[in-house]
């Protein structure tokens, strides 16, 4: 079993960043494809991004194409989002995720993702 514990949230003005941390732990990670997703109150979950086991491929959604990053460290049972030019749309709870299986392409709805994290909190004041 894998587990997943997210941290790095907070509250950020506009323009901030903030670089949310996934800890991964039980067994090595490093094959996993590895995601980020977000969900708002009231709002369906929101795919962010997502990183294959090698950490070569790499895709985000539209929102946040430009604005994010996602990277990883093997090495370190680590993923990591680098958030940048933040808004207050940005505001939501994120959640990582990590699919055991092999990919041509990421995945970037839920159903795929086999674990999941408890999410931490990011609010973007105007």
């Known amino acids: 079993q894998l587990q997943l514990v997210e941290s790095g949230g907070g509250l950020v003005q506009t323009g901030g960043s903030l670089r949310l941390s996934c800890a991964a732990s039980?067994?090595?990670?490093?094959?996993?494809?590895m995601g980020w997703f977000r969900q708002a109150p009231g709002k369906e979950r929101e795919f962010v991004a997502a990183?294959?086991?090698?950490?070569?491929?790499?895709t985000y959604g539209n929102s946040v194409k430009g604005r994010f990053a996602i990277s990883r460290a093997n090495a370190k049972n680590t993923l990591y989002l680098q958030m940048n030019s933040l808004k207050p749309e940005d505001t939501a709870v994120y959640y990582c995720?990590?699919?055991?299986?092999?990919?041509?392409?990421?995945?970037?709805?839920?159903?795929?993702?086999?674990?999941w994290g408890q999410g931490t909190q990011v609010t973007v004041s105007s």
């Open positions: 995720a990590a699919s055991t299986r092999d990919f041509v392409v990421l995945p970037i709805s839920p159903g795929p993702y086999d674990y």
């Open positions: 039980g067994r090595t990670f490093s094959r996993d494809a």
């Open positions: 990183i294959n086991w090698i950490g070569d491929t790499k």
